[in-house]
Antibody
């Protein structure tokens, strides 16, 4: 069965960086894009960016340009999201999600369990 | 970026009720719309894609409709497990797939 398993919770100080992993299993890793979505406490879902698991191409939301880097390791079927220059308002749960379906039926069909990143001095 | 506006933001209903949630897009998105259900402390779960196609395993009391700029999620005969927050998402403009602000469905 398809699974996306994320790394554990992190506590970071302002100005630091965090790297969250998302390990995929149960499908052909390089056939699907992986997106990252975050959710601040009590807030909605915010799209951060996407990585092509095959070619490694990325596209980031304007809000995170220059601070976020998404990479992948095809040998371990793992995607990484690194966010730098952390601020207190980066405190959130970070999710990875697979973009599935055909062109006309696409959706985020599988999600990781989420990783809580807390930024506090 | 395309903006999605959900209404209402909060909805109070009873078990057995029928409810509808609306999602309006700031520009036409054909039927590139998905709906998700999220319960506290859990990841979102896909309910509907392509505006009206039910994801495998999702109960048939959920349905989606609409095209262009206006979409609706309907739930008939609400069950206790349906009380959650619901989000719409547009997948028209790759890759910036924005979400609506969410609708919290609470027990009356």
């Amino acid at each position: 069965q398809v699974q996306l398993v994320q790394s554990g919770a992190e506590v970071k100080k302002p100005g630091a960086s965090v790297k969250v992993s998302c390990k995929a299993s149960g499908y052909t890793f390089t056939s699907y894009y992986i997106h990252w979505v975050r959710q601040a406490p009590g807030q909605g879902l915010e799209w951060m960016g996407v990585i092509n698991s095959s070619g490694g191409n990325t596209n980031y939301a304007q809000n995170f340009q220059g601070r976020v880097t998404m990479t992948r390791d095809t040998s371990t079927s793992t995607v990484y999201m690194e966010l730098s220059s952390l601020r207190s308002d980066d405190t959130a749960v970070y999710y990875c999600a697979r973009e599935g379906g055909s062109y006309f039926e696409k959706s985020f069909d599988y999600w990781g369990q989420g990783t809580l990143v807390t930024v506090s001095s | 970026d395309i903006q999605l506006t959900q209404s209402p933001s909060f909805l109070s209903a009873s078990v057995g009720d029928r409810v509808t949630i609306t999602c309006r897009a700031s520009q036409g998105i054909s039927n590139f719309l998905a709906w998700y259900q999220q319960k506290p402390g859990k990841a979102p779960k896909l309910l509907i894609y392509a505006a009206s196609t039910l994801q495998s395993g999702v109960p048939s009391r959920f349905s989606g409709s609409g095209s262009g700029t206006e979409f609706t999620l309907a739930i008939i005969s609400l069950q206790p497990e349906d009380f959650a927050t619901y989000y719409c998402q547009q997948l028209n403009t790759y890759p910036r797939y924005t979400f609506g602000q969410g609708t919290k469905l609470e027990i009356k």
